[in-house]
């Protein structure tokens, strides 16, 4: 089974704060992906990475970075945490090819920002 | 763009009883189509998909779905739900997006499911 798992269930950060959002995956998948969860809205999503220290942009990466120094790991970045980025942030991964959309995802982190 | 619409926000059944969540997809092709089910505060498990062939497909916990090509819809059903169904459920489309310039996999806004005794 692929296994996804992120850094923190639940996250308080204050305004202005540097936040990091980590995420591991065990499958060897090229592709990973952070999205945020916001009530009525779905899923939206922030960056996606095809490979190593590769990034794309997605529909939301105002205020976001990402970091991926390593095949397994996917780090997203708020360089300023603002009360508008509290959400819930899932991380998710994908093998290569037609399988790129068939994605597994983590538990999700709750990030409050006050 | 691609699009997906669940028009239901929330619905609740009687324990046992059967259960149709509806999805409808914008996108000029045949897309790949997902549905995802999420158990308060964790993240989205994959329920089955579709890819290509038989357009009835089953997925884990007894679910299943059908593509309909002519009604860009692909419905999920169950005949019989259990107080463990309780959750939200999401349908999602994968697919090329030009203005996107890669496969990108677009979710709808999910619907809620209550289970009453």
């Known amino acids: 089974d692929v296994k996804v798992t992120q850094s923190s269930r639940y996250l308080v950060k204050r305004t202005g704060e540097k936040v990091f959002l980590e995420c591991v995956q065990d499958m060897d998948h090229e592709n990973m992906f952070w999205y945020r969860q916001d009530p009525g809205l779905g899923l939206r999503l922030i960056y996606f990475?095809?490979?190593?220290?590769?990034?794309e942009k997605g529909d939301i990466p105002e205020g976001y970075s990402v970091s991926r120094e390593k095949k397994e790991r996917f780090s997203l970045i708020l360089e300023s945490a603002s009360t508008n980025q509290t959400s819930m942030y899932l991380c998710?991964?994908?093998?290569?090819?037609?399988?790129?959309?068939?994605?597994?995802f983590g538990p999700g982190t709750r990030l409050t920002v006050t | 763009a691609q699009s997906v619409t669940q028009p239901d926000i929330h619905i609740t059944v009687s324990e046992g009883a059967s259960l149709e969540l509806r999805c409808n997809y914008s996108y000029g092709a045949t897309p790949y189509l997902f549905w995802y089910v999420q158990s308060p505060g964790q993240g989205l498990q994959l329920l089955l998909k579709?890819?290509?062939?038989?357009?009835l497909v089953q997925g884990i916990k007894g679910f299943e779905a059908e593509f309909k090509r002519s009604q860009s819809s692909f419905n999920l059903r169950k005949p019989s739900v259990h107080w463990s169904d309780a959750a939200e459920y999401f349908c999602a489309v994968g697919a090329w997006e030009s203005n996107f310039g890669n496969e990108k996999l677009t979710f709808g806004t999910g619907t809620r499911l209550t289970i009453i005794p």
């Open positions: 579709y890819f290509s062939g038989d357009t």
């Open positions: 998710a991964s994908s093998a290569p090819g037609r399988a790129k959309v068939e994605q597994y």
């Open positions: 990475s095809y490979d190593v220290k590769m990034k």
